[in-house]
């Protein structure tokens, strides 16, 4: 059973960078596609972006361009950088492993808080 594990939430200033962390175990980790998906307080929980095991990423349109998504086989950690955050980027973050072919998420971890304040 894959066990996934989040962490480096917490509470930012608007314009400010937070990195997140996912630590995965139970799994052959480098041959996982990766994900992050967020849930803001009353709405429906969205992606934010994938990371195939080949290192191809995928973006949300709401994150292109401030946010960036990598991995680390060698530490089985998957990571989301964010940069220039906003208040609507306030949410609840959750890593997940992916199933193939864009089937959507296997996995979820217990996710990690996420405050933007104005």
């Known amino acids: 059973q894959v066990k996934l594990v989040e962490s480096g939430g917490g509470l930012v200033q608007a314009g400010g960078s937070l990195r997140l962390s996912c630590a995965a175990s139970?799994?052959?980790?480098?041959?996982?596609?990766m994900g992050w998906y967020r849930q803001a307080p009353g709405k429906q929980r969205e992606l934010v972006a994938t990371?195939?095991?080949?290192?191809?990423?995928n973006y949300a349109d709401s994150v292109k361009g401030r946010f960036t998504i990598s991995r680390d086989n060698a530490k089985n950690t998957v990571y989301l950088q964010m940069n220039s955050l906003k208040p609507e980027d306030t949410a609840v973050y959750y890593c997940?492993?992916?199933?193939?072919?864009?089937?959507?998420?296997?996995?979820w971890g217990q996710g990690t808080q996420v405050t933007v304040s104005s």
């Open positions: 997940t492993r992916e199933r193939r072919y864009g089937l959507g998420p296997s996995d």
């Open positions: 139970g799994s052959i980790f480098r041959i996982n596609d």
């Open positions: 990371i195939a095991s080949g290192g191809s990423t």
